[in-house]
């Protein structure tokens, strides 16, 4: 067992799902059927990046409305982020969200992650650095020297998401999950050949996985229902 917390949220007893939510989403949905986290994208909100109000209050809505644990990110465009903007811009969005966070995700290659990690801690939230390569597998030497890169930084939770384009990288991330399983970190085989992963890693060692409702996050991402169904 992990131990490692997000919110009132212990994760490694069990299987947990995490889904995306926009801004529009916190403010439609009318349940997250069954989801155990929500992560808020504030990259892919459609609140404009200087009303910092719409910003605070997508969160404490969020809070208030689903009572759920939130990660907050603000992805960057060369690992997935849906609007291009400074890293300063990143961190200040970042900074005006971790009080109503319960976890904070910032990638480990970002510029800003040093800041991020000493601000989050400080503020005593859970820690998540992550990687994500939408082109490729890398090896798993490579794959195992970012995780070592990630709790040298002082990460609690670290996630691996990479594209899955042969059945051997579906094994290169199964390999890695096992070699890790004791680490707090989160894998993902992204894209079509990578869909069983987002079942099958949280059953060997990955702390959670992600599903979609309305917003699709990621390629190869499967419903919470069909998620919830195969768990």
Known sequence: MSGVRIGKLTLGERPVIAVALT????????????ADLIELRIDMFDAPLNEHDKHRDTFMMARQRFD??????????????????????????????????????????SSIAPRIIKLVKEAGKTVITSYHNFQHTPSIEELTAIIRRCKEAGTHITKI???????GDLQTMSLLTLNHC??????????????ASRVFLPLIGSLFTFASIETVSAPGQMSIQEVSKFL
């Open 182 to 195: 004791n680490d707090d970190i989160v894998t993902i085989a992204m894209g079509k050949v990578g869909m």
């Open 68 to 109: 759920t644990p939130i990660i907050a990110t603000c992805r960057s465009t060369e690992e997935g982020g849906f609007k291009q903007l400074t890293e300063d811009d990143r961190f200040e969005l970042l900074r005006l969200v971790t009080p109503m966070a319960d976890a904070v995700d910032i990638e480990i290659n």
């Open 23 to 34: 801004d529009r989403d916190v403010g439609t949905l009318d349940s997250l059927y069954g």
């Open 161 to 167: 998401a990479a594209m899955a384009n042969y059945q």
